[in-house]
T-cell receptor, first 113, second 114 residues
Framework: DAGVIQSPRHEVTEMGQEVTLRCKPI?????LFWYRQTMMRGLELLIY????????DSGMPEDRFSAKMPNASFSTLKIQPSEPRDSAVYFC???????????FGPGTRLLVL | QKEVEQDPGPLSVPEGAIVSLNCTYS??????FMWYRQYSRKGPELLMY????GNKEDGRFTAQVDKSSKYISLFIRDSQPSDSATYLC??????????????FGQGTILTVHP
């Protein structure tokens, strides 16, 4: 299995632009998680899905952030408009039947200028 | 106060040393305890997983959970330069509305020098 796939791996954009991050979970996994990692705040859970349904989005920082999972093999995290404070590494993770054994993707490094 | 506290280090040890990494937590509902290892510019990978209290051993790694003290530890025996990474503790409760959520510590940066 290829593991969790994320794209792009690096993104540099200007403040105010829309950013879309993509994730393909491991085939057969029914949970998908989006995290953000910064030096100051560590690894934070933004939102997670179970069977394509958003379960908890309490970690989404504000309305500028949105996430979708149109099918079992694809999810997006969108930031519109982007701000410099959104600069971070965004990870997608997937798991089977729970949170305990999550498999992380390689992450997307986002820099908003 | 954060739900999970972890000393960020950095921690530097010589090859062959025993390493002790620790986390404390405040939420008594936590039942599942994990240690993830994260190499530079990579995603975290699950290293150890323990349910409730007790010890678990896997090769050179031992995870300990003391729920009465709300304290978990990861020991690395005969540490190797390849163990150099950031180690993150993570925990979750048994279910309900929080099912699926992991709370992570800040991570401890470990360097094992030859």
């Amino acid at each position: 299995d290829a593991g969790v796939i994320q794209s792009p791996r690096h993104e540099v954009t200007e403040m105010g632009q829309e950013v879309t991050l993509r994730c393909k979970p491991i085939s057969g996994h029914d949970y998908l998680f989006w995290y953000r990692q910064t030096m100051m705040r560590g690894l934070e859970l933004l939102i997670y899905f179970n069977n394509n349904v958003p379960i908890d989005d309490s970690g989404m920082p504000e309305d500028r952030f949105s996430a979708k999972m149109p099918n079992a093999s694809f999810s997006t995290l969108k930031i519109q408009p982007s701000e410099p404070r959104d600069s971070a590494v965004y990870f997608c993770a997937s798991s089977l039947q729970g949170a305990e054994t999550q498999y992380f993707g390689p992450g997307t490094r986002l820099l908003v200028l | 106060q954060k739900e999970v506290e972890q000393d960020p280090g950095p921690l530097s040890v010589p090859e062959g040393a025993i390493v002790s990494l620790n986390c404390t937590y405040s939420n008594s509902a936590f039942q599942y305890f994990m240690w993830y290892r994260q190499y530079s510019r990579k995603g975290p990978e699950l290293l150890m997983y323990t349910y409730s209290s007790g010890n678990k051993e896997d090769g050179r790694f031992t995870a300990q959970v003391d729920k009465s003290s709300k304290y978990i530890s990861l020991f690395i025996r005969d540490s190797q330069p390849s163990d150099s990474a950031t180690y993150l503790c993570a925990m979750s409760d048994e279910g309900g509305t929080s099912y699926g959520k992991l709370t992570f510590g800040q991570g401890t940066i470990l360097t094992v020098h030859p």
